[in-house]
């Protein structure tokens, strides 16, 4: 009996794995901003191609149903249900092994997909076992009770992760929405102006500001990623001196439209005297504690605002937050409905 019960255990396991990872990756799939998936990265590389709607269907859809009735068959006793079982783990099992090597070929890892796809191969392998030998899980009332609250469990978790994520506002944020001005809509804009991405947002972004001039408080807050984008410390110093010396949105944009290789703190400070600054006195900013300081609690704000695998671009656009690389249509409609929720 136990090695039996050991066998519907791992399918019963391999199930929830299937489900909830299935869950997760429809919940990224269909919303605005991913919840699960860092944005920029294999998840990102996958949704976005042509695998990741077929026929317009999102791929993780077919997944949540296969692995929905591969639940139900594994609670249920008779031949019929075993060869159906095998038949069904089994293609899941053959598509598991070439979603696996698409991802080898693009270049790209999605560890979603993967658990996914090696959860249909785990029970492809079990399915096959399991008609071959001819066992069934253990009856009882109980023991179906229990496997079936836990695979819908599984399934509810990453939908209700999702929820929870959509309506919670971070207290950094919740404080900066504070001072919104009635009828208005505050924008939180964490930004590197070096990140590709920050700045095809902001390219889409500008116009839907300039149309809403007035009814729009843009609050930026500057995280340059160092590690990856070397000029992008200079351009945040050259922003929160453009802020300290009155022209803060026309450094900002003036710095998203320089060429990343201009950057430089040289470049940055030809940008400020275009704009009409003080030289001397940008120079003494860009040099200054107080600067190296406001980048610092910016940087916190950005930790405390963020869960694991958040990045940038990040955006509060009211209390609906945007991550990854937006397109104008999205912007709008978010912009819109924060706005209306403003005026309401």
């Given at each position: 009996m136990r090695p039996h019960v050991a066998r519907s255990a791992l399918v019963l396991l391999a199930t929830a794995v299937g489900l909830a990872t299935s869950g997760a990756l429809f919940v990224d799939y269909t919303r605005r901003a991913p919840v699960f998936c860092g944005d920029g990265g294999g998840c990102d590389a996958l949704r976005e191609s042509v695998y990741g709607h077929p026929f317009g269907v999102p791929l993780p859809f077919p997944g949540i149903v296969a692995f929905f009735v591969l639940g139900m068959l594994a609670l249920s006793r008779g031949s019929r249900v075993r060869q159906l079982n095998m038949l069904i783990a089994g293609a899941g099992g053959v598509g598991g092994l070439v979603l696996l090597a698409l991802q080898a070929a693009m270049g790209h890892f999605c560890p979603y997909c993967a658990a996914v796809d090696v959860s249909f191969i785990v029970l492809g392998v079990l399915g096959v076992l399991r008609n071959r030998a001819g066992w069934d899980p253990v009856p009882g009332r109980t023991t179906s009770v229990i496997a079936s609250a836990g695979l819908a469990a599984s399934l509810v978790a990453p939908f209700g992760w999702a929820h929870f994520q959509s309506t919670r506002v971070p207290r950094v944020i919740a404080e900066e929405l504070a001072h919104s001005p009635p009828g208005a809509v505050t924008i939180v804009d964490f930004v590197d102006y070096e990140c590709p991405f920050c700045r095809q947002t902001q390219e889409k972004l500008a116009p839907l500001l300039a149309a809403q001039k007035g009814r729009v408080h843009v609050v930026r807050r500057l995280v340059p990623l160092t590690r990856i984008h070397p000029h992008a410390l200079a351009a945040a110093k050259a922003a929160c001196c453009g802020e300290e010396l009155g022209k803060g949105e026309a450094m900002s944009d003036a710095l998203f439209q320089t060429k990343v290789e201009d950057l430089t703190p040289e470049g940055c400070a030809r940008v400020a005297e275009s704009l009409g600054l003080p030289l001397d006195r940008y120079r003494a900013c860009v040099d200054s504690a107080e600067t190296d300081a406001r980048l610092a609690?910016?940087?916190?704000?950005?930790?405390?605002?963020?869960?694991?695998?958040?990045?940038?671009?990040?955006?509060?656009?009211?209390?609906?937050?945007?991550?990854?690389?937006?397109?104008?249509?999205?912007?709008?409609?978010?912009?819109?409905?924060?706005?209306?929720?403003a005026g309401s």
């Amino acid at each position: 009996m136990r090695p039996h019960v050991a066998r519907s255990a791992l399918v019963l396991l391999a199930t929830a794995v299937g489900l909830a990872t299935s869950g997760a990756l429809f919940v990224d799939y269909t919303r605005r901003a991913p919840v699960f998936c860092g944005d920029g990265g294999g998840c990102d590389a996958l949704r976005e191609s042509v695998y990741g709607h077929p026929f317009g269907v999102p791929l993780p859809f077919p997944g949540i149903v296969a692995f929905f009735v591969l639940g139900m068959l594994a609670l249920s006793r008779g031949s019929r249900v075993r060869q159906l079982n095998m038949l069904i783990a089994g293609a899941g099992g053959v598509g598991g092994l070439v979603l696996l090597a698409l991802q080898a070929a693009m270049g790209h890892f999605c560890p979603y997909c993967a658990a996914v796809d090696v959860s249909f191969i785990v029970l492809g392998v079990l399915g096959v076992l399991r008609n071959r030998a001819g066992w069934d899980p253990v009856p009882g009332r109980t023991t179906s009770v229990i496997a079936s609250a836990g695979l819908a469990a599984s399934l509810v978790a990453p939908f209700g992760w999702a929820h929870f994520q959509s309506t919670r506002v971070p207290r950094v944020i919740a404080e900066e929405l504070a001072h919104s001005p009635p009828g208005a809509v505050t924008i939180v804009d964490f930004v590197d102006y070096e990140c590709p991405f920050c700045r095809q947002t902001q390219e889409k972004l500008a116009p839907l500001l300039a149309a809403q001039k007035g009814r729009v408080h843009v609050v930026r807050r500057l995280v340059p990623l160092t590690r990856i984008h070397p000029h992008a410390l200079a351009a945040a110093k050259a922003a929160c001196c453009g802020e300290e010396l009155g022209k803060g949105e026309a450094m900002s944009d003036a710095l998203f439209q320089t060429k990343v290789e201009d950057l430089t703190p040289e470049g940055c400070a030809r940008v400020a005297e275009s704009l009409g600054l003080p030289l001397d006195r940008y120079r003494a900013c860009v040099d200054s504690a107080e600067t190296d300081a406001r980048l610092a609690r910016d940087r916190h704000e950005f930790d405390q605002a963020t869960v694991k695998g958040d990045g940038l671009p990040l955006l509060w656009i009211g209390r609906y937050k945007l991550m990854g690389a937006q397109d104008e249509a999205t912007l709008a409609e978010t912009l819109g409905e924060a706005l209306a929720r403003a005026g309401s």
